[in-house]
């Protein structure tokens, strides 16, 4: 039972930083340009196939860094000339925009990389087992990631918090128009927040692309729970999608854990419940099979009753 | 406007219903033009709550897909205990619980608008999507629910066997559908709908509950999305746990914003064209990029989709001057198609040399055989694309004074 504890937080705890990488980007860009990008797990994606891609030339490590860098800029070139292109149509529009962003990127990836999952290893260099606790191994990579992870998280923090390029993002973000009068070209700083939220996202792409599976389906699978998180922990709000991620993580992982279903509660307190009755299906399932809803449950309940999130001061 | 003008597209719509299957009288047109019907209700639907209330919608296919398989269910029972219920009627079951669905689900997701709707309507398709997967008592897991349209109660001699009787019982309903769809719109309700969509804050101070509205609108939706779904299981006899997901539900989304959403008549324009594309898929394996790229071009250029394009020019008819238009149309057509066929040519190669590049690299394509791998083939293309790109980009001045003069009143 520890072990299962053990190890389902430290699992939990590279989920949801993973998450919070993207959570992070997505939730800057949203509370500066109003704009919820729904390709925002894609560029996620195209971080992951562009940095197998490098990697089959010169190996892991260039791709680390040149992935996020290429897709950062090409983020920053569909905001210049799409998304801006966009704004004047309003927020549903830049809304659609994404959206069919998100179909063509996974209809272009498919297409130049195929429809099954390619195959991205390891680096050798952490190819090992960091620890061994209770017979079971703990793989160095995914330290690596929980290290890249927290890092990321930390020199975030601190360039938001105590530079002046920080200082003029968050002014930015509650008062683009003063900014603006004072001199700085708040269109470029949009430019570049969305360049880098994208970059950010292709990063994690990058470290989670060997340990995961690097596949085209891997945007849509992530691009949901990823809108559950910035919306739960507050749209706008760095703090809360940074509590939401963690919890989002964790909650998942431990719930892929167990395999007790409502039947087998009812059971021990003495209540038989038939699996062929007409809710069999819902008695018989265990947590782990409705874990994928959670999320989604988690999500619905928030804007239901708590509509400005976890951490957000503003409604959604 | 007078009752013939307006009852027009009506009559040549009903027209076009009746004549159709004799001129594609082919099983496989009728089957396609089977899919046309019931994607024209469920485009339509959705644009109750894209177009009418200004809800962007990511989940709209629950309420199709549960439909189709409470209809699916519907028919096994009606079959299996002999009830007197005759196909025709089947449809309104979907319906009915498109609408019982919509109501919880609505109440809750209508609360908010704008964005935090889109992403209640994404949470709630998601969250159907995966108990799809977990009761697979009613989902029918993988296999889905099948069922058969022929064992129900017959009456005046239809079997609804062959697919030219279940054409046309689509298409009944289709244009019943449509027909109170359209009523819709003119009545009260529907009016506040659009006063919902442009100014909510005004209708609250009007003393409308612009929560109501939204709800309203949103139920009516479901239960038109219901009878598609349920036409969907007729037509199939096989509703499988996929129609609930994120792919229909963006689908709809597609086919309704690139028809038009500010035109009634703009998400049957999208159905057809839709469907028109969709077998494409035979010719071409990369037909969902070209959807994508047309969509985005759609979103970036002409957000009134194809309806919206067709009615800019109601103002140069009313002026007479679609004459004046047309010559520059045909030039900028010219080096337009060029640069058409040049993209099209640029994503058939790139295909041909990413997917096909098995079957050897030699490649036909609009009657031109050549080599897929050559550089001179992507030089060619290139050069294609950037001449016909520079040369269409001349023509926009003539087109756009040839537009100043269509539009300019006529002199006395």
């Known amino acids: 039972m520890l072990e299962l504890v053990i190890f389902s937080s430290l699992n939990g705890l590279l989920y949801g930083m993973l998450l919070f990488l993207l959570a992070s980007g997505l939730t800057l860009i949203f509370s500066m340009m109003g704009v919820l990008n729904f390709a925002h797990a894609s560029f996620y994606m195209l971080g992951a196939y562009f940095g197998f891609q490098i990697s089959r030339y010169v190996g892991y490590w260039p791709g680390l860094v040149m992935a996020p860098i290429l897709v950062g800029f090409i983020g920053a070139l569909i905001e210049r000339y799409g998304l801006r292109t966009v704004h004047k149509f309003g927020h549903v529009a830049e809304l659609l925009f994404t959206f069919g962003l998100a179909f063509i990127i996974e209809e272009g990836v498919q297409m130049i990389w195929g429809k099954v999952a390619v195959d991205y290893r390891v680096p050798e260099l952490l190819n090992f087992p960091a620890f061994t606790l209770f017979e079971t191994t703990f793989p160095a990579f995914k330290m690596f990631m929980l290290v890249v992870s927290v890092a990321t998280f930390v020199a975030l ?46 990063l994690a792409g990058v470290i989670a692309g060997p340990a995961l599976v690097t596949q085209p389906a891997m945007a849509a699978s992530l691009g949901p729970i990823l809108f559950v998180v910035v919306v739960v922990g507050g749209l706008g709000s760095l703090a809360g999608a940074f509590i939401a991620s963690l919890a989002i993580g964790l909650i998942q992982t431990f719930a892929v854990a167990m395999n007790i279903s409502i039947a087998d509660v009812m059971a021990t307190i ?47 | 406007m007078n009752a013939l003008t307006r009852a027009l597209p009506w009559l040549s719509g009903i027209a076009a219903v009746l004549i159709l299957p004799h001129v594609f009288s082919s099983g496989a047109s009728i089957s396609i033009m089977s899919l046309i019907g019931f994607g024209i209700i469920f485009a339509l639907s959705y644009n109750i709550l894209l177009g009418q209330t200004g809800m962007l919608s990511f989940g709209h296919a629950v309420y199709y897909g549960l439909g189709g398989f409470i209809t699916a269910h519907a028919l096994n029972i009606i079959a299996g205990s002999k009830l007197p219920i005759p196909l025709p009627l089947v449809p309104l079951i979907g319906g009915i619980a498109g609408l019982v669905f919509a109501a919880p689900l609505g109440w809750v997701s209508t609360k908010r608008a704008g964005t935090a709707f889109s992403m209640i309507s994404l949470g709630v398709g998601e969250l159907v999507a995966a108990c799809a997967l977990i009761l697979r008592g009613f989902f029918g897991g993988e296999g889905g629910i099948s ?56 209708t609250e101070f009007v003393g409308y509950s612009t929560h109501m509205v939204r709800f309203l609108a949103f139920c009516i939706a479901g239960f038109f999305a219901g009878v598609a779904g349920g036409l969907a299981a007729i037509h199939y006899e096989i509703v499988t746990s996929g129609v609930v997901g994120a792919g229909p539900s963006g689908f709809v989304l597609l086919m309704t914003f690139i028809g038009g959403t500010g035109f009634f008549i703009g998400p049957v324009l999208g159905a057809i064209l839709m469907s028109a594309m969709q077998s494409l898929s035979d010719i071409t394996g990369a037909w969902l990029l070209y959807l994508g790229i047309l969509f985005i071009l759609m979103v970036m250029f002409a957000p009134g989709g194809l309806a919206g394009l067709l009615f800019m020019h109601r103002p140069a008819a009313n002026l007479h001057g679609l004459a004046k238009l047309a010559p520059a149309y045909l030039v900028a057509a010219i080096p337009g198609l060029g640069l058409f066929a040049g993209i099209v040519f640029l994503i058939e190669t790139s295909h041909h040399v990413l997917v096909k590049s098995s079957e050897g690299m030699q490649m036909r394509l609009l009657g031109l055989e050549y080599q897929a791998d050559a550089p001179l083939t992507w030089a060619l293309i290139a050069a294609l694309i950037v001449v016909t790109f520079l040369a269409f980009r001349r023509t926009w001045p003539w087109v756009a004074s040839a537009w100043s003069e269509a539009i300019k009143p006529e002199a006395r």
């Open chain 2, 147 to 202: 069922t058969s349209r022929t064992s129900v109660l017959q009456v005046f001699g239809w079997s609804f066997g062959p697919q030219i009787q279940v054409y046309y019982l689509i298409y009944a309903w289709c244009l019943i559908c449509a027909g109170l769809m359209y009523a819709f719109t003119q009545t009260p309700l529907g009016r506040i709908c659009n006063a919902v969509r442009d100014n909510p804050e005004r």
């Open chain 1, 157 to 202: 923090l601190t360039l938001l918090t105590k530079t002046r390029v920080g200082l003029i993002i968050q002014a930015a973000l509650s008062h683009p128009n003063t900014v603006g009068m004072l001199g700085h070209n708040v269109p470029m700083i949009f430019m570049m927040v969305f360049g880098f939220g994208c970059g950010l996202a292709a």
């Open chain 1, 270 to 316: 003495g209540i038989k419940l038939d699996p062929n009755s007409f809710a069999g299906d819902l008695w018989m399932a265990t947590i782990a099979q409705v874990a994928p809803i959670i999320p989604y449950l988690l999500l619905v309940l928030v804007l239901m009753f708590r509509p400005q999130g976890l951490m957000g001061n503003r409604d959604t």
